[in-house]
């Protein structure tokens, strides 16, 4: 799952003004965040396998403190304690909880494509997957009626403020959908941790992305 998971980001952001949109598109992949940054530091393993299902390379063996269902939750509330009380008090709590509930989509959205490889706490030996990723057709067909879902939700709660408003979310759709193309159609990675490492710089330039979107977009008046 990638651009699926900015879903829920932008169909939670018309619910507050008080949460800037590039806060969800941070919180949904907050767990990929810290995944990443454990790849690179070796204490969660992974590997590339090409082939190792349809529509992913990536042999997931071993990401308890990020992807396991404890895990996840353990940093949902974590995320949403740290915004209520350092990153962003005027959020109220509220917005603290929105942003957890953005951090616990990541895994909820990973569940549904993954392989079996989401264990239910540190050391457990159930882990769970729908593996959707075994078909490419199905899971990009479900990320894609996802993303567009919640873009749709994000349009409708949402007002341009000029004409870049009117344009800006469909560059910036286009530019999320060219980045998932290329990342199923390109070959695989050559090692895990470049893969991470570009994955810590694409989560954070559609980030910046998604901050030029809001300045051209105001909530709708209720
Ligand atoms: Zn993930």
């Known amino acids: 799952m990638f651009i699926g998971h900015y879903a829920p980001a932008a169909a939670l952001k018309p619910l507050t003004q008080k949460v800037p949109l590039w806060h969800f598109f941070i919180a949904v992949q907050f767990l990929d965040y810290l995944w990443a940054a454990f790849i690179l530091t070796g204490v969660e393993k992974a590997r590339i396998v090409p082939g190792f299902m349809e529509a992913s390379d990536l042999d997931l063996y071993f990401m308890p403190y990020t992807h396991s269902l ?15 009380l350092i990153l ?16 616990f989509s990541h895994w909820l959205a990973d569940l549904i ?20 990723w ?8 479900v990320e894609l009626g996802l993303f567009l879902g919640g873009f749709i939700l994000y349009l409708g709660g949402t007002r341009a403020n000029g004409a870049m408003g009117k344009a800006a979310p469909f560059v910036v759709i286009a530019a999320l959908i060219a980045i998932e193309v290329y990342s199923a159609t390109g070959e695989p990675p050559a090692d895990i941790k470049p893969f991470a490492a570009l994955a810590l710089i694409s ?8 901050a030029w979107l ?7 008046q209720r």
């Open 70 to 84: 404890a895990g996840a939750l353990f940093w949902s509330a974590s995320g949403a304690a740290l915004y209520r």
């Open 113 to 132: 494509v993954h392989a079996k490889d989401l264990a239910l706490y540190p050391g457990s030996g159930v882990k769970v997957g729908f593996g959707l």
């Open 203 to 210: 989560y954070t330039v559609i980030a910046a992305l998604a």
């Open 88 to 103: 962003n008090r005027g959020a109220g709590l509220p917005g603290a909880i929105l942003i957890g509930a953005a951090i």
């Open 214 to 220: 809001d300045a051209t977009r105001s909530g709708r």
């Open 134 to 141: 075994s078909s490419l057709l199905v899971s990009k067909g």
